[in-house]
């Protein structure tokens, strides 16, 4: 059985997604059921093979994702950490499911933790979010009160980290679709649109921003978070190749050339929220992850600088209204 999508279709069928829905598919067909991936199989039978319940204890609000095992539940813990491990590297989290604790690369929640002050409150908007992972920012959005929570990322191993997640939880608002934002339509609706960690990856990031405008409605909210250098309005760095070990990172300007483009392109009420300089507390290898990280990334003898010589990892999240 492995993965089903369908719960998307079904609940926004009646909305005003529901015109894109052939478009949604069309995509899928082409960018995901026709593309298998080698290793599908033996990850469905994972999925398969896991606890599936309507868990009535859970919460979305701390720092795990957490869904508490019911205590009727005759759990072999060891043998579910298996299968969870069986999608590892885990990088976006935390989370607890059924008791496991699945520390992973990343402490997400403190990257929430510095943007949701900022942003207009959540209850009761429909919000997408481009480059989701594995969704752990699509259960705090529903957390803060979104009725809709719609991820978008083509990493084949994030969809079936959120599907671990999803078979243990009651229908809720939050749905994954394995696509690139390249492949959406112009939804022109929602009222939050959040693209975080993500800009940096693209060849054009101007066209990016464009394309992200075009999922929001008038009024509505972008929340950009990528990585950016220190610097003023005319400092962007191209690295020529590798940056921090990473081969695809195109683009990486300070944040007054930022704002300044995206003023330029005419979002209004353009604002640098936090800039946070990345840590190796918050960037790490774990258990579940355990290739290398952050510390690894970092020139060894100074840690102000990447492995490369650029200055080291720092993040800002910018937050703007299409007007
Ligand atoms: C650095 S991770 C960021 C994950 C998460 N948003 C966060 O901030 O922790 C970048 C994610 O973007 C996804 N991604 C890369 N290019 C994308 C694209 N064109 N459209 C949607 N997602 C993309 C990758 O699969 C990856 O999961």
């Known amino acids: 059985m492995g993965i089903n999508l369908e719960a998307f279709f079904e609940h926004t069928k009646d909305t005003h997604l529901e ?13 995901y059921e026709q593309k298998i991936h080698g290793r599908s199989g033996e990850w469905d039978a994972a999925l398969d093979a896991m606890p599936a319940l309507d868990s009535t204890e859970y919460s979305f609000q701390d720092h795990s994702i957490r869904v508490a095992k019911p205590e009727a539940l005759e759990l072999d813990t060891e043998a579910y950490t298996a299968q969870l491990q069986a999608f590892m590297p885990w990088r976006k989290g935390p989370w ?9 690369e990343w402490r997400s929640d403190w990257k929430w933790q510095r943007i949701a002050p900022h942003i207009s409150p959540l209850e009761g908007r429909q919000v997408l979010d481009i480059g989701t992972g594995n969704g752990y920012f699509l259960y705090r959005m529903l957390g803060a009160g979104a009725s809709l929570a719609l991820g978008i990322d083509p ?5 079936y980290q959120f599907h671990a997640a999803q078979r243990l939880l009651p229908t809720n608002g939050a749905h994954l679709l394995p696509l690139r934002s390249e492949h959406l339509p112009a939804f022109g609706s929602f009222d939050t649109v959040f693209c975080l ?6 060849r054009s990031p101007i066209d990016h921003i464009q394309e992200l405008l075009s999922y ?5 909210e972008l929340v950009l978070e990528t990585l950016v250098v220190p610097g003023g309005i005319d400092t962007i760095l191209v690295p020529q190749d590798r940056y921090a070990k990473m081969s695809n990172v195109w683009f990486l300007p300070s944040t007054k050339a930022l704002e300044n483009m995206l003023r330029k392109i005419g979002l209004l ?8 300089q990345t840590t190796t507390q918050e960037q790490r290898a774990t258990q579940w992850m355990t290739f290398h990280s952050l510390a690894d990334f970092l020139d060894p003898n100074d840690p102000s600088l990447s492995a490369e ?3 080291a990892p720092l993040r800002a999240t910018i937050v703007a209204t299409k007007a």
């Open 96 to 104: 607890n499911l059924l008791g496991v604790d699945i520390d992973t």
């Open 309 to 311: 010589g650029h200055p």
């Open 19 to 31: 015109q894109f829905h052939p478009q949604l598919r069309q995509a899928l067909t082409v960018h």
């Open 269 to 276: 009420d353009v604002r640098t929220v936090d800039v946070n």
């Open 197 to 202: 960690g993500v800009l940096y990856h693209r």
């Open 216 to 220: 929001l409605r008038p009024g509505g």
């Open 155 to 159: 990493t084949r191993i994030f969809l």
